[in-house]
T-cell receptor
């Protein structure tokens, strides 16, 4: 079956612009996660959606970052007024349920802010 | 604060050598433990996981890991590495309660020479 997909695969933008990154989770997975992978920093949790519950936004680094998940499926991560330090690979993962379930990762979106 | 430490940033081995990658975590309560691997140009995939039961866990491609609760460790091992094991390896942990994201270590790059 299809895995987690993300688009675009690469995004180059200018400092100050807004960007939207998209994630299509595996069908039927109720939990969706966004992570950021920066050089030398490993993977950093950003935000977590579980079903219809309020998302866990505790990992978002600033109020320029936001995410939504429509209809319990597709998710969009938005970064407003991008800064150079936002350059990273943004990874999306989904799992059947939260917590103990295995998370399946997408290929990521590589964001470069010039 | 919850954290995961991977002791080796970069490990270089010859084929057939034995591998052990260290992972220690700091996390209150009962945890789930994971090792993920990222091969060059590919996305993260699960190597193995521990939720409960036998602390010696076997994963794909001949990898295994041992959970030692008293040491807060979950080291990854393989008796004989292959060139194809060249990749980045990430240790991760989350709470066994529903609704928590993974906390990752910063990763270990393994280079295997043939």
């Amino acid at each position: 079956g299809a895995g987690v997909s993300q688009s675009p695969s690469n995004k180059v933008t200018e400092k100050g612009k807004d960007v939207e990154l998209r994630c299509d989770p595996i069908s039927g997975h109720t939990a969706l996660y966004w992570y950021r992978q920066s050089l030398g920093q490993g993977l950093e949790f950003l935000i977590y959606f579980q079903g219809n519950s309020a998302p866990d936004k505790s990992g978002l680094p600033s109020d320029r970052f936001s995410a939504e998940r429509t209809g319990g499926s597709v998710s969009t991560l938005t970064i407003q007024r991008t800064q150079q330090e936002d350059s990273a690979v943004y990874l999306c993962a989904s799992s059947l349920v939260g917590g103990a379930s295995e998370q399946f990762f997408g290929p990521g979106t590589r964001l470069t802010v010039l | 604060a919850q954290s995961v430490s991977q002791h080796n940033h970069h490990v270089i081995l010859s084929e057939a050598a034995s591998l052990e990658l260290g992972c220690n975590y700091s996390y209150g309560g009962t945890v789930n433990l994971f090792w993920y691997v990222q091969y060059p140009g590919q996305h993260l995939q699960l190597l193995l996981k521990y939720f409960s039961g036998d602390p010696l866990v076997k994963g794909i491609k001949g990898f295994e890991a041992e959970f030692i609760k008293s040491k807060f460790s979950f080291n990854l091992r393989k008796p004989s590495v292959q060139w194809s094991d060249t990749a980045e390896y990430f240790c991760a942990v989350n709470s066994n309660q529903a609704g928590t994201a993974l906390i990752f270590g910063k990763g270990t790059t393994l280079s295997v020479s043939s």
